[in-house]
């Protein structure tokens, strides 16, 4: 999850040294942290007694994402379909939640798709590279509730062979590579084999071949996808018309980052990571960065005026989405105490970062706030977990009046890409309230 400088010459250091990145206005930051500590304080209300640390998955937050979602791109499409990620947030009660409100499910292993099952979802698309035969099986056996996302030449012959032999049809469309020079190709094929697939899918009789799936992740604006659409507008006017025909459903995927930006650390910028590695500092604790992201709506706006002009003017289909971080990152927060004050600037909480599974308040940046005593000034203070590794940060800072001993603090807006890489590394995994 780094940014690269490793392709950066000498000549270039200074100059981005010299850059600065967008620095996160504190205005928008201090009504997200007045925001949370009023979240905050109805949670501690809610989960009295219970021991810390623990995950608050906040449901009423994603019904809400769901239905605003949904209305954005409704509004600017007639046929639609909503797909949760599973990956991003794999708790059940949280794709429970996403099916009352109208989602179905986007899942990529086995093992999400057994989730989606059992949780009695009834509009699953099953997309991913590698997909086993056993997966492949598992799909063909639930083949009226799946649409396989098919990845390869070779997935597809494996598909049909399966379906055969359970003489079954199975639904299914292809993934299109968006990336072709990174290794973002190992997902799907290139439009330029799209032809070819379709030659290929018409021999199979047990798949019923009808849509076509692209992802993009990272999106801070519907630029990428809109140059994606565009190119995939040529080759769906290229086609024969009989193929056009076909294709009842374009997926354009997920992807979409939520409104607030991405916030940083010092570390997390392209100057900070060059500080670094030339030997200085990266920035002060209290300097945060913020990429900006468009809204849903303009996501709306803008995807819909690309699938007019380059998709609908082709062919007229369903359009489906898959968005996972948009929906579940601000639902999710992590409640934990200050097991032990080491030093005026230095404290350890009783949770690790084994709860995230991943580095990432090394160069994310999200409030560490204290509940025990809420103030809207930030202090400069070592938040770090209790694993054995100096990489276990929650962050350099907290907003509070002080920090003591067994004060609580919440990481607010980790409902994405944390809870799903959890790890089983020293500490055990906090429990999870579903409120
Ligand atoms: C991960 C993934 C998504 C969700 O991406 P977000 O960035 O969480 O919205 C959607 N579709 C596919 C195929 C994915 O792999």
Avoid at 295 to 324: M, T, W, Y
Wanted: net charge neutral; aromatic share 10%.
């Amino acid at each position: 999850m780094q940014k690269n400088t490793e392709n950066l010459l000498p000549a270039d250091i200074e100059s981005v040294l010299s850059q600065n990145s967008p620095l996160l206005p504190s205005r928008e930051l201090l009504s997200y942290v007045k925001h949370c500590f009023n979240l905050g304080s109805k949670y501690l209300e809610a989960i009295k007694g219970e021991s810390m640390p623990l995950y608050i998955i906040d449901s009423s937050i994603l019904r809400e994402r769901a239905d605003k979602f949904k209305k954005s791109f409704t509004k600017a499409f007639t046929d639609t379909a909503f797909y949760f990620a599973v990956k991003s947030n794999n708790h059940p009660d949280v794709a429970r939640t996403l099916l009352q409100s109208g989602f179905g499910l986007d899942v990529s292993s086995g093992l999400e798709l057994q989730m989606a099952l059992d949780l009695g979802a009834r509009d699953i698309v099953f997309s991913g590279p590698g997909k086993t035969k056993a997966e492949l099986q598992m799909a063909v056996t639930n083949s009226d509730r799946v649409t396989i996302l098919i990845d390869s030449f070779g997935e597809l012959a494996k598909l049909q062979e399966i379906a055969a032999a359970n003489n079954r049809v199975m639904r299914a469309g292809v993934r299109l590579t968006t990336g072709q020079e990174t290794l973002w190709r190992k997902f799907g094929i290139t439009l330029n084999d799209l032809p070819l697939f379709y030659e290929k899918a018409i021999d199979c009789v047990n798949i019923r071949f009808c849509g076509l799936q692209f992802h993009m992740s990272w999106n801070l604006t519907p630029d990428a996808q809109c140059n994606f659409i565009e190119m995939l507008g040529r080759t769906l006017a290229s086609l024969p018309e009989s193929h056009r025909k076909s294709i009842e459903f374009i997926d354009i995927g997920g992807g979409y980052w939520p409104s607030q930006g991405e916030w940083l650390q010092p570390a997390g910028t392209r100057e900070g990571q060059l500080r670094m590695v030339v030997g200085r500092k990266a920035g002060r604790p209290t300097d945060h960065y913020r990429l900006p992201a468009a809204g849903v709506d303009e996501f709306a706006a803008q995807l819909s005026q690309a699938i007019n002009r380059h998709i609908f003017a082709v062919i007229k289909c369903r359009i489906c989405f898959e968005p996972g971080r948009w929906i579940c990152h601000d639902a999710m927060h992590l409640l934990m105490s200050v097991a032990d004050k080491k030093a005026d600037d230095m404290i350890i909480t009783d949770a690790g970062t084994n709860a995230i599974g991943w580095e990432r308040f090394e160069t994310d940046y999200f409030p560490v706030l204290n509940l025990t005593s809420p103030s809207l000034d930030e202090r400069a203070c070592n938040i770090l977990g209790s694993l054995c590794t100096p990489h276990d940060v929650w962050g350099y800072t907290y907003w509070g009046e002080s920090i003591k001993d067994g004060d609580i603090l919440m990481i607010p807006s980790q409902g994405a890409y944390t809870f799903s890489l959890r790890q089983n590394f020293i500490k055990p995994l906090p429990p999870v309230v579903v409120l």
